[in-house]
Nanobody, 118 residues
Framework: QVQLVESGGGLVQAGGSLRLSCAAS????????MGWYRQAPGKQRELVAV???????NYADSVKGRFTIARDNAKKMVSLQMNSLKPEDTAIYYCAHRRSYSDDVNYWGQGTQVTVSS
């Protein structure tokens, strides 16, 4: 079992920044894949960013150059620094865990709301 708890969401004006954090506990390895997903009202959940155990990252095209994912394996923490936020970034953001890139996400956090006003 893996438990994921997000924090750091909130309301921000367009152009502003927010930093999301995810605290992981339980049966988690430093080799596991960690990621952030988001779901806007009326839309499907989509991948925002993922990071491997050795720090390899991948981003959705819509956030490249604005968002940065990072992890601290010793603290079992994953973060998402979001800069130059846009109203279309408004969504519930979820921390996610999977064992490898070939596996589906097997654990989700409860989600944290990010709202960007224009």
């Amino acid at each position: 079992q893996v438990q994921l708890v997000e924090s750091g969401g909130g309301l921000v004006q367009a152009g502003g920044s927010l930093r999301l954090s995810c605290a992981a506990s339980g049966d988690i390895s430093r080799f596991d894949i960690m990621g952030w997903y988001r779901q806007a009202p009326g839309k499907q959940r989509e991948l925002v960013a993922v990071i491997s155990g050795i720090g390899t990252t991948n981003y959705a095209d819509s956030v490249k150059g604005r968002f940065t994912i990072a992890r601290d394996n010793a603290k079992k923490m994953v973060s998402l620094q979001m800069n130059s936020l846009k109203p279309e970034d408004t969504a519930i953001y979820y921390c996610a865990h999977r064992r490898s890139y070939s596996d589906d996400v097997n654990y989700w956090g409860q989600g944290t709301q990010v709202t960007v006003s224009s």
